[in-house]
């Protein structure tokens, strides 16, 4: 069984930077493909961002290139996404999801195993 748990939400002005952490047990996390969701009150979940098993590969959506960063350490067995210039939009619960498989994945359904998610929220 894969577990999740997300840590390094909070509250943040805008134009200030969060690093979220999320730390996964099991022996096999190399082989997990990794992805950062997020869902703002009353809106669907949306990919943020997902990284490959190995770390080569990343994917983010428009709304975060250039502000986002997606990154795994396969040691501490730990993605990370570094979230910098933030702005009142990007307020949600964001969620971190793992699934085996080669490549990145960006879809909800893609994802096997999920946590339970951290606040952000980014005042004006």
């Known amino acids: 069984q894969v577990q999740l748990v997300e840590s390094g939400g909070g509250l943040v002005q805008a134009g200030g930077s969060l690093r979220l952490s999320c730390a996964v047990s099991?022996?096999?996390?190399?082989?997990?493909?990794m992805g950062w969701f997020r869902q703002a009150p009353g809106k669907e979940r949306e990919s943020v961002a997902s990284?490959?098993?190995?770390?080569?590969?990343?994917y983010y959506a428009d709304s975060v290139k250039g502000r986002f960063t997606v990154s795994r350490d396969n040691a501490k067995k730990t993605v990370y996404l570094q979230m910098n210039n933030l702005k009142p939009e990007d307020t949600a619960v964001y969620y971190c999801?793992?699934?085996?498989?080669?490549?990145?994945?960006?879809?909800?359904?893609?994802?096997?195993?999920w946590g339970q998610g951290t606040q952000v929220t980014v005042s004006s």
């Open positions: 099991g022996r096999t996390f190399s082989n997990y493909a």
């Open positions: 990284i490959s098993m190995s770390g080569d590969s990343t």
């Open positions: 999801a793992a699934r085996s498989g080669v490549g990145y994945y960006y879809t909800v359904g893609s994802y096997d195993y």
